[in-house]
């Protein structure tokens, strides 16, 4: 029943811009956020944030990612600024309930950032 449906991903040059956008259905989540995943690297976090909106964010993209939640908290937004090849990668929204007794997965969309 839960689903995650994820927009925004695309091709950019580096330097450039994206916002990736995450509507889940049904309840509203305690953490929402989003993960990436490389070829032959480990699915990472890239940031998420809570109901009450206490946000964490890898090292890697403090100062050029933003994350935040709009719709009655139930659609986590990511803006991505000045981005960089090493950005590149598969994003996937991911949403947890309390204590985070349950997770649930987006499909994924393709981030590419390439001169």
């Known amino acids: 029943q839960v689903q995650l449906v994820e927009s925004g991903g695309g091709l950019v040059q580096p330097g450039g811009s994206l916002k990736l956008s995450c509507a889940a259905s049904?309840?509203?989540?305690?953490?929402m956020g989003w993960y990436r995943q490389a070829p032959g690297k480990q699915r990472e976090l890239v940031a998420d944030?809570?109901?009450?909106?206490?946000?964490n964010y890898a090292d890697s993209v403090k100062g050029r990612f933003t994350i935040s939640r709009v719709n009655a908290k139930k659609t986590v937004v990511l803006q991505m600024n000045s981005l960089k090849p090493e950005d590149t990668a598969v994003y996937y929204c991911?949403?947890?309930?309390?204590?985070?007794?349950?997770?649930?997965w987006g499909k994924g969309t393709l981030v590419t950032v390439s001169s």
């Open positions: 944030i809570t109901r009450y909106g206490g946000a």
């Open positions: 991911n949403a947890r309930t309390i204590y985070d007794t349950m997770n649930f």
């Open positions: 049904g309840s509203i989540f305690s953490t």
